[in-house]
């Protein structure tokens, strides 16, 4: 079993997405990069059936919210291959009023639940995906728990005020 680097797999992305790629970079060694919600479907397409890397196995997805950027929302991919042992991070971002991107249950069947996990908590709308609807969260919320548009803790609680822990 040989070991594709992280340059070879670049290598081979970027000859295929010359431009799609952006920000990529190599925290703690995993490969990461960006891409558009127009590009994801083809760049996991390829990831997943091109002979030599086979990226067959999506370990996760899920979602992020930093509000403080201009596309506040993203979605996070992990792949891993399991014949060249080497992963991969993907990530899109979107603006906080328009959180559509296709969904991954056209490559795998596992996407499923990762995605309705990911529109329950941060809002995001998985565009063809065969039943997006709450599944930890009741059913008629109307907020995204996940997403960072609320304080942490209530102002007007008096048990947290200072003079109570003799500050």
Do not use: C
Request: charge should be negative; aromatic fraction near 12%.
């Amino acid at each position: 079993m040989s070991k594709i680097t992280n340059e070879e797999l670049l290598g081979s992305i970027k000859g295929k997405f010359e431009d799609g790629v952006t920000a990529i970079s190599e925290p703690f060694g995993l490969l990461t990069l960006e891409t558009s919600r127009e590009k994801i479907i083809d760049l996991l397409t390829f990831l997943k059936t091109d002979a030599k890397l086979q990226f067959i196995y999506l370990t996760d997805l899920t979602g992020i919210h930093y509000p403080e950027n201009e596309k506040p929302i993203g979605v996070i991919y992990h792949l891993h291959s399991l014949v060249n042992n080497v992963r991969i991070r993907i990530k899109v971002f979107m603006a906080d009023d328009d959180v559509k991107i296709p969904t991954a249950t056209v490559l795998w069947n596992g996407a499923n639940w990762m995605e309705r996990e990911t529109y329950d908590f941060f809002g995001v709308e998985f565009e063809g995906h065969p039943d997006l609807r709450r599944i930890l969260n009741v059913d008629d919320m109307t907020v995204f728990p996940m997403r960072r548009e609320y304080p942490l803790e209530d102002p007007n609680r008096v048990d947290k005020r200072d003079y109570f822990f003799g500050r």
